[in-house]
């Protein structure tokens, strides 16, 4: 097999409580924990889990916006923690990434085309004024903007065309991976419709790779070609995007799809309720994290970590009895 575009193991990022005085470390949030991955050429791995399970934070250590505290980071073979600055720009010219809040993410002072072509300025993509223009206009059309948007305003635009503006940011410098962070969570339902198949056809025209991240299983499950599920900084199961929908293994992913609305009144789902609060991520539970609220928790759960293995082909779990 080939090297994959992205390859991710024993990550661990964590942020350091202060307090006292002297403002001293009084603890730490476990925001990543040993978290392993890959993602090959024009895949879309999708990376779901509650809100607080780290999935924002593992994308932004792959990206380096967050230092991880820990791991290993592969992107074409490279080891992304070892780069230095002048490096690290290079790598962001293969790597981008989409957030979440198109209200937060764009600057209000700067007019559409200073948005968009700000990589191409920084990347010394364009020569002249007139390639300049030329190449936002393109980017513009490319997501389904108009040439004319350019001297506009982010205040101007709604939610689901200010996204819009981030894909084209984020094309401009013609990326091999976009790490989406949550990219359709702050739209209404139908324009996250539009979102989505708007990405997806970008990934059949230029050959993208995507992280995807989210908490809608239903929206991963459309775009994904594989799925990671994450609970308190941990991956507890992988496979196949259909594999994991028909047949979840690890019972926290079997809780959350039981939650997922089924669309034909016929069907009838048992909805699987989970016990208690997730834990605190500064003082996670001992063992496997999830054992605090597992319906199949035995003792040795509460004192081992289970590790991700595989339990069949393309199909990983960490359970001590899955």
């Known amino acids: 097999m080939s090297e994959p575009l992205l390859r991710v193991w024993n990550l661990t990022k964590e942020f350091p409580l202060t307090g006292g005085l002297f403002g001293r470390q009084t603890g730490s949030v476990h925001a990543v924990d040993g978290v392993d991955f890959h993602v090959d050429r024009g895949e879309t791995l999708g990376l779901v889990g509650e809100s607080g399970c780290g999935k924002s934070t593992t994308g932004r250590c792959v990206l380096r916006l967050i230092e991880p505290t820990s791991g290993n980071i592969h992107f074409e073979g490279k080891n992304v923690r070892s780069l230095d600055a002048g490096e690290l720009r290079r790598l962001r010219r293969d790597i981008q990434i ?34 300049f223009e030329e190449r936002v206009v393109d980017l513009l059309e490319t997501v389904g903007l108009q040439a004319d948007h350019m001297g506009r305003y982010p205040n101007e635009f709604s939610g689901g ?48 790779a995507y992280l995807f991240i989210a908490h809608d299983l239903a929206v991963v499950e459309h775009i994904s070609q594989r799925i990671a599920v994450m609970y308190l ?25 039981s ?53 069949a082909d393309g199909h990983w779990v960490a359970c001590h009895f899955r």
């Open 98 to 131: 989409i957030f979440q809040d198109p209200y937060a993410s764009l600057d209000p002072r700067m007019n559409v085309g200073a948005i968009v072509g700000e990589a191409l300025i920084i990347h010394q993509l364009t020569k002249t004024k007139r390639q």
């Open 161 to 208: 065309q200010r996204q819009r503006i981030g894909i084209a940011r984020a094309l401009a410098v013609e990326p091999k991976l976009i790490i989406c962070d949550e990219p359709v969570s702050a739209l209404d339902v139908s324009i996250q419709a539009q979102v989505i198949n708007l990405l997806e056809d970008l990934q059949q025209k230029f050959g993208l």
């Open 233 to 257: 900084g941990r991956i507890v199961e992988m496979a196949a995007a259909r594999e994991l929908y028909v047949s979840p293994r690890h019972p926290y992913t079997e809780a959350l799809l």
């Open 259 to 311: 939650a997922v609305p089924i669309p034909d009144p016929k069907v009838k789902r048992q909805r699987i309720r989970l016990a208690g609060e997730v834990p605190s991520p500064i003082n996670p539970p001992s063992g496997c994290h999830f054992h605090t609220r597992c319906p199949i928790a035995q003792p040795q759960c509460s004192a081992e970590v289970p590790p991700l293995k595989q339990s």
